[in-house]
């Protein structure tokens, strides 16, 4: 694995994501930052007719954001190709995970099946690991079902969905949770940690993992 920390255009980051192979596991981690930066490579997505769905466990999902970009869009564009924000909003799928059960429930049991449905090939998920530092949800349960998570991650790599992890630097209290995160980072192509932004570019940790084939 390598590791630098610098400074790079965030387009970068969006041109990894789309290039092909279409099949790999992103991840943006760090300040509140992430979670635009990923609504920006949906709504570029979006822009292209690609459906997309979106798994938010930490209520971030900014429907807004989208729709201005939409209109930003159409400004730009010569009127037979304008699209209008609503003709967005129906390209993106949304689901809501309030515990660490229903997280792993839709990741797991529902989206793989759904996404071959809705022939969506992106997926972007905030906050995955918010309610697993919840101290009510028993640690053994936690873990299996972080390796249930990651074992379904992988599957949908190998049928060419590509995935967008958004997620806060949490500080768990326990020293035992601590351990939730490198073991999903571990399992990511590739892990940017996003500490501050300037101007067009971010200054960021860009980490390559060995998992990327």
Do not use: W
């Not at 971030?60 to 564009?77: G, K, N, P, S, T």
């Not at 949908?156 to 020293?175: E, F, G, T």
């Amino acid at each position: 694995m390598t590791m630098r920390n610098t400074l790079v255009p965030y387009t970068e980051v969006f041109n990894g994501f789309r290039a092909s192979p279409p099949g790999k596991l992103f991840c943006l981690h760090g300040s509140n930052v992430v979670f635009r930066l990923s609504l920006n490579v949906a709504a570029r997505g979006l822009a292209t007719g690609v459906p997309m769905t979106l798994i938010d466990g930490t209520n971030r999902f900014d429907v807004y954001y989208i729709a201005e970009f939409a209109r930003r869009l159409a400004d730009r564009q010569p009127p037979a190709l304008r699209r209008s924000p609503e003709e967005f909003l129906r390209n993106i799928y949304i689901s809501r995970a309030f515990t660490c059960f229903q997280m792993e429930a839709v990741i797991t049991d529902r989206l793989p099946a759904f996404v071959q449905a809705q022939r969506s090939p992106v997926v972007v998920i905030f906050g995955l690991l918010d309610t697993f530092y919840d101290e009510q949800a028993p640690l053994h349960e936690v873990r299996a079902g972080l390796q249930r998570i990651i074992a379904t991650l992988r599957r949908l790599k190998q049928h060419n969905i590509a995935v967008l992890l958004a997620s806060l630097d949490i500080r768990p209290a326990s020293d035992e949770r601590k351990a939730l995160f490198p073991t999903l980072a571990a399992a990511m192509d590739r892990v940017y940690t996003v500490a501050t932004e300037e101007g067009n570019r971010l200054r960021i940790e860009n980490g390559k993992r060995g998992t990327e084939n």
